[in-house]
């Protein structure tokens, strides 16, 4: 089963409107000959509308970074999936630590995510990963079965067919640490063993893998030379169009 590798990158809350469609479009530039990976960017919801438009018909596919699981309604300061879908998007990132960290976010909200994404045709980039006590109290196994078996509850694999799961150690987010290449290739084996058990082998085949944590041009050839693992998730290296193109060649 060949899966095509995803490269995206994570922008956070940075770069405004302006910013963003200027980076995109440099991207686009340089990623013109890119063949043979998949090249995603997920900027803030205020800047997506725009970033869509300005790659629309290049390579680059948009995402967003998070979504609010209710069609519509009195839900202040929160985006639907229809929402995201209509301002262009393709991806949306679910779970990601910092929402996890920062605003409470479960299992089971995340699962409700997943399902509004997958309703309106948005492929969701699920992310989990341990924290580093939690490594160091060899949970990390443990917790990585509940955020994938709790956040994929109640779903059919059919309605799965465009997840994404991103493996992303916590402490290796933004902090210069990665996880080293039989840490990576250890957990990406058990999530894909995950996946056949919850789901089927066909299934864990086709999922796409992406590891997450301070991926740099420096390590992107040796991380996505892991076996299982088909991609990254990119945040800081992604902001800019020079260096996120030397992770998006990294097979040059
Ligand atoms: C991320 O935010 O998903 C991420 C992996 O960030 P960084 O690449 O900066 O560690």
């Not at 605003?103 to 994404?117: G, N, P």
């Amino acid at each position: 089963m060949s899966r095509i590798p995803l490269i995206a990158g994570n922008w956070k809350m940075y770069k405004t409107g302006p910013q963003a469609v200027e980076t995109a479009r440099e991207l686009a530039r340089l990623c013109s000959d890119v063949q043979g990976v998949e090249v995603m960017i997920a900027p803030t919801f205020l800047s997506l509308p725009l970033v869509a438009a300005s790659v629309k018909g290049t390579c680059i596919k948009t995402g967003a970074q998070n979504l609010y699981f209710e069609k519509q309604g009195a839900f202040t300061g929160e985006i639907s999936a229809d929402m995201i879908k209509a301002a262009g998007a393709q991806y949306v990132i679910i779970g990601h630590s910092e929402r996890r960290q920062y605003f409470a976010e479960t299992d089971a909200f995340v699962c409700r995510k997943i399902k509004a994404a997958v309703e309106v045709g948005l492929k969701p980039i699920l992310c989990v990963g341990e924290t580093e006590g939690q490594r160091d109290e060899e949970k990390t196994f443990s917790i990585l079965d509940k955020q994938v078996s709790d956040g994929l509850k109640g779903f059919g694999r059919d309605e799965l067919k465009d997840l994404v799961i991103a493996y992303e150690p916590v402490w290796a987010i933004g902090t210069g640490k990665t996880a080293g290449i039989e840490q990576v290739h250890e957990v990406h084996q058990y999530l894909r063993s995950l996946l056949e058990t919850l789901f089927s082998r066909d299934f864990a085949d086709q999922t796409r893998l992406l590891y997450g944590g301070s991926v740099k041009p420096e390590n992107a050839k040796e991380l996505m030379g892991i076996k299982d693992v088909d991609g990254a998730l990119v945040g800081g290296a992604s902001l800019d169009a020079n260096q996120f193109i030397n992770i998006i060649r990294y097979n040059i």
